[in-house]
């Protein structure tokens, strides 16, 4: 995904897997949308509104944490729409919506490496659910309140 990409040439390196809990005491956080800026904005929102007392930087140098989002919409079938002539002919053809998509990895930089310790995917496919950027911002707060025994 691009995303990975993304975070993968800041720091010029390939992956390495780790967990949640590697979050404990790091406070230096870059959010990387690539051009997105709504979608960093809801995910920057999220954090700042759960007071973790982070540091939310304007670039990936100096980086401990870098959160990594890609979105988009997609289409989905959410049916079949049919229709019978006058000579009793049935025709059917599939119905589509779009829905909203995104897809996120946390990692966490360790000598020049990044670690991934956090994957998500998510989608909103009605009005009443929540963006999946904002789902992802509320990932990442519950993560890091869980390794920093936060409440």
Known sequence: MLSATTATTVVGQSFEYGKPAELRGLKKVFVDTGGDM???????NEIEKAKLGVELLDSAEGAEV???FQGGKE??????NSTTDTLGNTRSTPAYRKITVGAGQVFVVR???????????DEEKTVFEKKPATNFGKTFVKAYKKANDMK
Do not use: A
């Open 38 to 44: 709504k979608n960093r904005e809801r995910i920057l």
């Open 66 to 68: 870098i959160l990594s």
């Open 111 to 121: 000598r020049e490496r990044l670690r991934v310790i956090l994957s998500f995917d």
């Open 75 to 80: 289409k989905e079938m959410s049916g079949v």
